[in-house]
């Protein structure tokens, strides 16, 4: 089956304590949707500027990424930069215009309204909700979100919230959310708002699920060299969604294992700048890396 990603297809600008690197690709749908694509085939939604290089719609070609959804409009694309402390879990924002994005209101091709696995990958919540009224047989509805739209679409955010299936996040904005800093009483307090399984996601800490079968504490893949990890939860919350749309069975069955291929994605993610590394991965590294995570937490 495919999965349908919505998302910001963006250039991004990266400053790391050793490196610096402007106007990569980036944007939650990107890193979403080559992170879906090693496992199902993947419908794009997105809008992006007239600057937007042409070899980057390549490089979705070359993953097959339907690009029907993708629409160019007059103006800039979506730019977001950002730097990187030397503890690399910690980030800030240096930048975010939103160009095209800002008056984005897509009408979606008849072939993506019937498709059952939804991502709602990080955007104003307003776009989610729109682009969900369009879906006639959704199976799984997923969607990220991020501080910003925390701050200034809260009302949006939390009318998604009930439409939900399941809800990703990272811990911070667990926090700002819910007010608490306990992780499990804030999934409870999450579950309250609508979705059914909420993932709350710890960067290099790995992620912790509750979903309908209980808590499942998913484990980062150790790296010792983290080069950056931009996007590693957009391609973490891909990487799950393209293994459940693959994969026979209840979602709730599969999901642990989703999460876990989940998480191999976004470590090649935070291997290379922007998508570098995660262009270059093969399935059997995936597989590889799947492996070595199941020795590491069996006891
Ligand atoms: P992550 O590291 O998983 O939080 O994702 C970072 C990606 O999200 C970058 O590629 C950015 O282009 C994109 N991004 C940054 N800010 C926003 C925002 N406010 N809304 C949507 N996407 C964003």
Known sequence: MSVLVVGTTALDSIKTPTAENPRLLGGSASHAAVAASFFAPVKLVGGVGEDFPPKYLALYRRHHIDLAGLQTMPGKTFHWSGEYESNMNNRRTLATELGVIETFSPTLPKAYQSVPFVLLGNIAPALQNHVLNQMTRTRFVVADSMDLWLNIALPDLLKLLKRLDGFVLNDSEAHQLTKTDNVFSALKKIHALGPK?????????????????????????????????????????????????????????????????????????????????????????????????EKLTRF
């Open 197 to 293: 399984y909420v993932i709350i996601k710890k960067g290099s800490h790995g992620s912790i699920l509750s979903g309908p079968k209980g808590f499942f504490i998913c484990p980062a893949f150790p790296l010792s060299k983290v080069v950056d990890p931009t996007g590693a939860g957009d391609s973490f919350v891909g990487g799950m969604m393209g293994y459940l749309a693959a994969a026979k069975g209840p979602v709730d069955v599969n999901i642990r294992r989703a999460m876990v291929y989940g998480s191999v994605v976004a470590s090649f993610c935070c291997e290379g700048f922007g998508l570098n590394r995660t262009t270059k991965t093969r399935h059997g590294d995936i597989k590889k890396r799947v492996k070595e995570l």
